[in-house]
């Protein structure tokens, strides 16, 4: 979820500004890690859904529901994180959730009925929430400690991660039990939170005086414009995340159950659509300054619907997996792009808005996928990414006479 994907931009800093002291490389360094390993985690989950709906005997509809666990313990975390944060530290609670995540990976494979695996999913979901939150917030202070727009750079390493996870996968998934994998990856997890972990409990970020002064004044004057125009990029986050969600959790079943695909090759398709991600992030940059936010807007939505209508239609394997690649290339720096413009224009209350609805799409998408294939069938569920997909580039190119900066009403 992900994402779970949700971005602030920080100022830059002025020329010939100190460069990072060493803690500060250390402190992006492990939260670097953090997010790859929330990429790869999730993605070890990804792969494995159709050995585990082939395990638990769940049907489509049965399988959606079950998935929704996730959907409602990520919620409910989330409501909860921020406090947690503000109570023990952004940092505590990366290291916490690192250490629930791994633990929680290992549950699905346990399960051998639909209604068993939803209650496990929350436990899942709740860490991965979690997770997301409680990085992000961290990186979040990070980027304004350096006064450098590094952000990207995490959600690469999650698309990194992500894909890294889905090929190894991919890999095992022929000769490898769901048990046997999850729990390596339970054990990996682990370990990577041993290593990382103590970097963040180590080091802590503190916010510019000034900075915590405008955020704590900010919310107070957003006004009712301000509100609709967090509401209009929250929407495009929406649209967008409801895609990744989709293909995150129905991709490979799509490859394996409608085309026929090797376990391996099925697994694989959300390996590639996570390496066009990371690459589209990694050149992001450019291509706004070449485009603007406008342009990179419509072009990468309407670049990922027509990937989708490849991906969802395509009679064989190998275009499919074409048109996953094209998709995760337009889908890419669309999420990024609305959070960041929100956060532009209404201050910190816009960036939070604007990401929890975002968050919010990628949850919502596989349950209704799995709802909409039991009423018609899974290709022509896929379907609706590539719809909501051309919504976000028509949203992209009705928010394109926004103003930069948004006044109290």
């Known amino acids: 979820m992900p994402q779970l994907n949700k971005l602030r931009t920080a100022l830059p800093g002025g020329p010939g500004g100190n460069p990072a002291p060493p803690s500060s490389s250390r402190l992006r360094t492990a939260l670097t890690v953090f997010f790859a390993l929330d990429g790869f985690i999730f993605a070890g989950w990804v792969v494995r859904i159709p050995a585990i709906k082939h395990q638990t005997g769940a049907s489509a509809a049965t399988l959606g529901l079950a998935l929704l ?71 979040v202070d990070l980027v304004n400690a350096l006064r450098r727009p590094v952000m990207p ?59 915590s002064a405008a955020s704590s004044e900010r919310p107070k ?8 125009v967090v509401l209009l990029f929250g929407m495009i986050a929406l649209c967008t995340a409801y895609g990744e969600g989709a293909l995150a959790d129905w991709g490979a079943l799509h490859l ?18 996570a390496l066009a991600m990371t690459a589209g992030r990694l050149t992001g940059t450019a291509l706004l300054e070449r485009l603007g936010q406008t342009r990179t807007l419509v072009a990468g939505g309407g670049t990922a619907a027509a990937g989708m209508l490849l991906g969802a ?62 009423w018609f069938s899974l290709p022509a569920a896929l379907t609706t990414v590539t719809l909501l997909a051309a919504a976000a580039a028509a949203l992209g190119y009705a928010a394109r006479n926004v103003s930069h900066t948004v006044t109290s009403e």
């Open 313 to 374: 239609l395509a009679p064989t394997t190998w275009l499919a997996l074409l048109g996953f690649a094209i998709t995760g290339l337009g889908l890419a720096n669309i999420f990024p792009v609305a959070v960041s413009r929100a956060g532009e224009l209404a201050g910190p209350g816009g960036v939070a808005a604007a990401s929890t609805l975002g968050y919010g799409g990628m949850l919502l998408g596989p349950p209704a996928i799995g709802f909409l294939t039991d």
């Open 69 to 139: 666990g996730v959907s409602a313990g990520a919620v409910i975390t989330m409501m909860l994180t921020g406090r947690l944060c503000n109570r023990f530290g952004s940092h505590t609670v990366t290291v916490a959730c690192g250490v629930l995540l791994p633990l929680s990976i290992a549950l699905p494979a346990q399960t051998h009925s639909a209604l068993s695996l939803g209650l496990v999913l929350l436990v899942f979901g709740a860490a991965y929430g979690g997770m997301n939150v409680a990085m992000n917030s961290a990186a």
């Open 153 to 211: 750079s995490f959600h690469a390493a999650f698309s990194l991660g992500g894909m890294i996870g889905a090929g190894l996968g991919g890999l095992v998934a022929g000769g490898l039990s769901a048990s046997a994998h999850l729990l390596i990856l339970t054990g990996f997890g682990l370990l990577v939170t041993a290593f990382a972990g103590p970097v963040l409990l180590r080091h802590t970020v503190a916010k510019p005086p000034a900075e």
């Open 256 to 273: 394996e159950q409608d085309l026929h695909a090797h376990p391996g090759i099925a697994a694989a398709g959300y390996s590639l659509f």
């Open 221 to 228: 004057r957003l006004g009712g414009r301000a509100r609709r």
